[in-house]
């Protein structure tokens, strides 16, 4: 099982460009989980997804950023017209079902993004 | 919603003695409480966790203690070695629900 994956693991980008983030889930894994990391803070949830479902975007912004978990492929986190208050790390976790039910939610090794 | 808050920021020992690192949470129905350890550059992992229906839990050099009514949680490393060196974070996930909320993070330092 080679864990869950995201790509890129770094990720520079101009002000005004398209970031698009992505990760696939551990095998057998239908329940991903965004977060954000700024620089010596903790993480900060943005959104929770089952396949083509959005279960919880509390943490998301209004503008700018949308997220998706389609039937096939990865989890795609888009952030439009990045600005430098983007530049964070970006992390995902899977799990084999909602985290509701006592279940570990495992992450990936992030995608550090820099918006210059 | 709810709130964690950690504490300290930054931790420093000598090798071979004690951590303890403490979590406040807000959210009394809160009722699963996970330590995540992340050493630079790294993804958090899961070192430890407990569920709300028991007051401690130890794994080796690893423990950690819930006081419900408090409403505060701990996370105790003893006979620490320099490979502990990393950021710890607590978190708490609100009763029913799917997100977890993380503390900001302690920085520990094992020297020698």
């Known amino acids: 099982n080679a864990g869950v994956m995201q790509n890129p693991r770094h990720l520079v980008r101009r002000r005004g460009q398209e970031a698009r983030l992505r990760c696939s889930p551990m095998?057998?894994?239908?329940?991903v989980y965004w977060y954000r990391q700024l620089p010596e803070e903790g993480l900060k949830f943005m959104v929770y997804?089952?396949?083509?479902?959005?279960?919880?975007e509390s943490g998301m912004p209004k503008e700018r950023f949308s997220a998706e978990f389609p039937k096939e492929g990865p989890s795609i986190l888009r952030i439009q017209q990045v600005v430098r208050g983007d530049s964070a790390a970006y992390f995902c976790a899977s799990s084999p079902t909602s985290i509701s039910m006592n279940t570990e939610a495992f992450f990936g090794q992030g995608t550090r993004l820099t918006v210059v | 919603g709810e709130n964690v808050e950690q504490h300290p920021s930054t931790l420093s020992v000598q090798e071979g003695d004690s951590a303890v690192i403490k979590c406040t949470y807000s959210d009394s129905a809160s009722n699963y409480f996970p330590w995540y350890k992340q050493e630079l550059g790294k993804r958090p992992q899961l070192i430890i966790d407990?569920?709300?229906?028991?007051g401690e839990k130890k794994d080796q050099r690893i423990a950690v203690t819930l006081n419900k009514t408090a409403k505060h949680f701990s996370l105790h490393i003893t006979e620490t070695q320099p490979e502990d060196s990393a950021v710890y974070f607590c978190?708490?996930?609100?009763?029913?629900?799917?997100?977890?909320?993380f503390g900001t993070g302690t920085q520990l330092k094992v020297e020698l």
């Open positions: 997804l089952q396949k083509e479902n959005i279960i919880d």
């Open positions: 978190a708490a996930r609100e009763g029913g629900g799917n997100k977890l909320t």
């Open positions: 407990i569920r709300s229906n028991v």
């Open positions: 095998k057998g894994h239908s329940h």
